[in-house]
């Protein structure tokens, strides 16, 4: 018979495996980066090495993230995409790996508009599922500066990353809000950029860490024609 403290025991020894595959991982991948108390401490750090550019967030939800981000740069617009109301409940794919989600990020139009009213006024929302035509029409082609993917999940993060792949310089930081340190970790964010940067030539180091969220600089990167 399977009970709840079964499932939570397996829960338990799943995030213990899943955090000795990442410390493994870090040992030989991520060895110079900095690690942080927090979520603020690390997106303060990502904003004082920032290069100019554009500065954007795809995943929003409660705009806690993307409120800490239009702090650090003051008058600069921070764009931030979510399908908020757009969409029916949990995420678009399942997170696999992970709790059930299919109840969760879950918006009215009036939840959103309370939400947009109570935006600082250099942040920007675009409302909807991510697309590839909606995020290059409205980034255009600057390059980026900070973009902060938490998308949580495999397929919108590639999506993201393949839009702004005209964005991404040398020079932009990236963070991963769900990179690693949980079960399935490699089979989401991580696996996104991992195939981005195999199919770009992308050369980058990891510069910070902070529980799940993993910050990279971009060193080089193979433009197409």
């Known amino acids: 018979m399977i009970t709840r403290s079964t499932v939570e025991a397996v829960q338990h ?12 991982y870090h040992a030989t991948k991520t060895p110079m980066a900095v ?16 290069r100019p550019g554009t500065i954007s967030q795809f995943g929003v939800d409660g705009g806690a993230t993307l409120r800490l981000l239009a702090a650090q740069f003051g008058k600069r617009r921070v ?12 995420l678009p794919e399942t997170w696999t790996g992970n709790i059930d989600h299919s109840r969760h990020f879950t918006w009215t139009r009036e939840e959103y508009k309370r939400l947009r009213a109570s935006m600082p006024k250099n ?13 290059q029409r409205t980034m255009s082609d600057t390059p980026a500066s900070v973009i902060h993917i ?6 919108p993060a590639k999506l993201v990353l393949d839009a702004m792949s005209r964005n991404i310089v040398p020079g932009t930081r990236i963070v991963f809000d769900e990179y690693a340190n949980y079960p399935g970790w490699r089979h989401h964010e991580h696996k996104a950029w991992q195939e981005f940067c195999t ?15 993993v910050s990279v600089l971009v060193k080089s990167i193979a433009k197409k024609d």
């Open 150 to 155: 938490d998308s949580d999940t495999y397929s």
């Open 199 to 213: 199919e770009h030539k992308v050369k980058y180091e990891y510069t910070g860490i902070a529980h799940m969220d």
């Open 35 to 50: 690690f942080y108390d927090s979520k603020e401490q690390h997106l303060s750090a990502v904003a004082r090495q920032a």
């Open 13 to 24: 020894h799943a995030q213990q495996e899943a955090f000795k595959e990442w410390r493994e």
């Open 79 to 90: 764009w931030g995409f979510d399908a908020w109301h757009k969409k029916g409940p949990g």
């Open 123 to 135: 942040v920007r929302l675009k409302v909807g599922l991510f697309e590839k035509d909606t995020i």
